[in-house]
């Protein structure tokens, strides 16, 4: 079956610390890989898309970075943290014309 | 950008009782998405209508799409204290057709 795994659930970090998110999925080839943050009582906001191995694109200019190393792994990077990237960060996937699974996510407080 | 943007913002309704939520877009699309997400996880797909249908059933939910005015509506019939949580819309745009746009969300809160 179908899976998506995200770690860590929760992540506390400080100000100008280095941040890696990763993400995998299971039991499928090829997936479009999806990384969003969520503001709090807010909608999505498309962070990176990537369709292929070595393939992403960037969606807005901000302190982050995303890697896809394999087919099914998907990195979300920063050099350094700023106050401003706290938020909930949500990977997922999907094949064209299908709906997308999401990650249960990630909870991040930049302090 | 935001795409989709959901009416009303925050709805409660006594169990037992149709929700009914709204979501209007702005650009032309090859489909729209209703997902659901529980406070503090990660949202599950509900149900995907494409720009060709106008109405599309799952269970207790109700679909439909109405591409001339750019509207879709969300029904969730015979509500359960359950279905509380939020819901979301989202667009699979022509212009992008790789990404989805969410709105901003629906809070419903259904009370037992």
């Known amino acids: 079956s179908q899976t998506i795994h995200q770690w860590p659930a929760t992540l506390v970090q400080p100000v100008g610390s280095p941040l890696s998110l990763e993400c995998t999925v299971e039991g499928t080839s090829n997936p479009n890989l999806y990384w969003y943050r969520q503001a709090a009582g807010r909608g999505l906001q498309l962070l990176f898309y990537s369709v292929g191995i070595g393939q992403i694109s960037s969606e807005v200019p901000q302190n982050l970075s995303a890697s896809r190393p394999q087919d099914r792994q998907f990195i979300l990077s920063s050099k350094k943290l700023l106050l401003s990237d706290s938020g909930f960060y949500l990977c997922?996937?999907?094949?064209?014309?299908?709906?997308?699974?999401f990650g249960s996510g990630t909870r991040l407080t930049v302090v | 950008s935001q795409q989709g943007e959901e009416d009303p913002q925050a709805l409660s309704i006594q169990e037992g009782e149709n929700a009914t939520m709204n979501c209007s877009y702005k650009?032309?699309?090859?489909?729209l998405q209703w997902y659901r997400q529980n406070s503090g996880r990660g949202l599950v797909h509900l149900i995907l209508i494409r720009s060709n249908e106008r109405e599309k059933h799952s269970g207790r939910l109700r679909v439909t799409l109405d591409t001339s005015k750019k509207s879709s509506s969300l029904l969730i019939t015979a509500s359960r204290a359950a279905d509380t949580a939020s819901y979301f819309c989202?667009?699979?745009?022509?212009?992008?057709?790789?990404?989805?746009?969410f709105g901003s969300g629906t809070q419903l809160t259904v009370l037992p």
């Open positions: 997922a996937w999907s094949v064209y014309g299908t709906g997308y699974t």
């Open positions: 989202a667009t699979d745009q022509l212009s992008s057709a790789r990404q989805l746009t």
């Open positions: 650009t032309s699309i090859n489909n």
